[in-house]
């Protein structure tokens, strides 16, 4: 089971919405809808952003919004902010019984 | 409200066997499966395998199968996660994480491993 693909890395400005793409296949995100996202501080643990392609946990705020579209799933972020900056993770689970991480974005904000 | 209870640090020799364990803190582990990730120094997240919320029901990575036992202890309301033959590149963080809507949802502080000789 290979990993999800997703850019090495992203930037925006303050205020800029981005997208951060995460390609899968007909194994993974192509066939269900357990499709999430996380962010990870550095030298924290990651937090859940977004389950099941687009729902937000409580407490996570409506800058964050989910979608997906056959094989791609994609994590939009909008209104940048400093403390945005850090890394992205997407997953999914497979046809396999299995869960498959992405490679992870490191998001710049400038 | 912390659900996840992981900490602690250990250096282990190549070969060798490590088994960490992870305590559900505010629910029963028979309400949530259980999953264990971890990430390499510098590198992504890595989805090592499961343990269901009920039965002895486990999964594991494909890359692990054969190396990785993870069990509970519904007595202690603990997950145990054994990794064997024991290699430098297994020198990670391993986090602990309960399951949410087929997703990680409470994660453990993790557990640093560094396999040295």
């Known amino acids: 089971q290979s990993a999800l693909t997703q850019p090495a890395s992203l930037s925006g400005s303050p205020g800029q919405s981005i997208t951060i793409s995460c390609t899968g296949s007909?194994?993974?995100?192509?066939?269900?809808?357990?499709v999430s996202w996380y962010q990870q501080h550095p030298g924290k643990a990651p937090k859940l952003l977004i389950y099941e392609v687009t729902n937000r946990p409580s407490g996570i705020s409506d800058r964050f919004s989910g979608s997906k579209s056959g094989n791609t799933a994609s994590l939009t972020i909008s209104g940048l902010q400093t403390d945005d900056e850090t890394d992205y993770y997407c997953a999914s689970y497979t046809t396999f019984n299995t869960w498959v991480f992405g490679g992870g974005t490191k998001l710049t904000v400038l | 409200q912390v659900q996840v209870v992981q900490y602690g640090t250990e250096v282990s020799k190549p070969g060798a066997s490590v088994k960490l364990s992870c305590k559900a803190s505010?629910?029963?582990?028979?309400?949530?499966?259980m999953h264990w990730v971890r990430q390499a120094p510098g590198h992504g997240l890595e989805w090592m395998g499961m343990?269901?919320?009920?039965?002895?029901?486990?999964r594991y990575a494909q890359k692990f199968q054969g190396r990785v036992t993870m069990t509970r202890d519904t007595s202690t309301n603990t997950v145990y996660m054994e990794l064997r033959s024991l290699r430098s590149d297994d020198t990670a963080v391993y986090y602990c994480?309960?399951?949410?809507?087929?997703?990680?949802?409470?994660w453990g502080q993790g557990f640093l491993l560094t396999v040295s000789s």
């Open positions: 007909n194994s993974d995100i192509g066939n269900y809808n357990h």
């Open positions: 343990s269901a919320d009920i039965g002895d029901t486990t």
């Open positions: 994480v309960r399951d949410f809507a087929w997703s990680f949802g409470s």
């Open positions: 505010v629910y029963s582990l028979t309400s949530s499966h």
